[in-house]
C-alpha cells in the first residue's frame, strides 16, 4: 500500500511540473546557421510564418529548387518527387509583378535550381540522392532579392502581394544575399 501512495504522489509530482512549461521567449521566424529561416515558438502565441517574395536573375519558375549549404557545395535539403505535385498542380512560384515571384516551395539564402523541370522531377523513380542531384544543379546564385512578407488571409493573394511590391514592400524584412 505504501508503495502504490509513493508512486500515486511521484506521479502527481511530475505531472504538476509538466504543467508549469512556458512557451518560448522568442517566437518567429529565425535564421539557422546554414542562413536557412525556421519558424520557432508556440502556435498559440506567435505570428504565422512570412511568406518569401523573391527574383532571380533569369528564368527558373518551371526548375526544381534544392536548398545547399553557404558554400554551395552539399546539398542539404530536396524534395521528394511527390512533394512538388499535390494531385492538381505542381507547386511552382506564382508570378508576381516586376519579375518578382511568390515562393510555394520554402526557399532560402541558399536556394539554388536543378536542370529538372518539376514534371520531369515528379517521374524520379528511384527517389534521388542529394549526391545524384548534386550534378543536376543548373545555377549555384540564382536569386537577386528575397523579401519577408506577412502572410495574408486576403482571398486575393496575388493582388494583395502585388500591391506590397508596388509600395516598396513596407514592413518587410529584406534577406542579405551572397
Known amino acids: 500500500m505504501k508503495i502504490i501512495f509513493m508512486a500515486f504522489a511521484l ?17 518567429g521566424l529565425v535564421e539557422t546557421s546554414d542562413g ?5 515558438g508556440n502556435y498559440l502565441d506567435s505570428k504565422l510564418p512570412r ?9 527558373y519558375d518551371d526548375l526544381v529548387p534544392v536548398t545547399m549549404d553557404a558554400a554551395r557545395t552539399v546539398i542539404l535539403s530536396y524534395p521528394a518527387p511527390t512533394d512538388i505535385y ?26 539554388v535550381f536543378l536542370d529538372y523541370t ?47 511590391i508596388k509600395s516598396g514592400f513596407p514592413n518587410c524584412e529584406k534577406i542579405e544575399l551572397k
Open 11 to 27: 506521479a502527481l509530482t511530475l505531472a504538476s511540473c509538466a504543467g508549469n512549461r512556458t512557451a518560448p521567449q522568442q517566437a
Open 36 to 40: 536557412s529561416h525556421r519558424f520557432m
Open 51 to 59: 511568406a518569401v517574395i523573391y527574383k532571380t536573375d533569369g528564368d
Open 86 to 111: 499535390d494531385g492538381t498542380a505542381y507547386r511552382k512560384p506564382t508570378k508576381l509583378i516586376d519579375g518578382y515571384l511568390l515562393d510555394n516551395r520554402g526557399i532560402t539564402r541558399n536556394t
Open 118 to 164: 518539376y514534371e520531369e522531377y515528379a517521374k524520379l523513380d528511384p527517389y534521388p540522392t542529394a549526391e545524384s542531384l548534386s550534378g543536376h544543379i543548373k545555377v549555384k546564385y540564382p536569386l537577386v532579392e528575397m523579401y519577408l512578407v506577412e502572410r495574408t488571409a486576403q482571398p486575393d493573394k496575388v493582388a494583395y502581394y502585388n500591391s506590397v
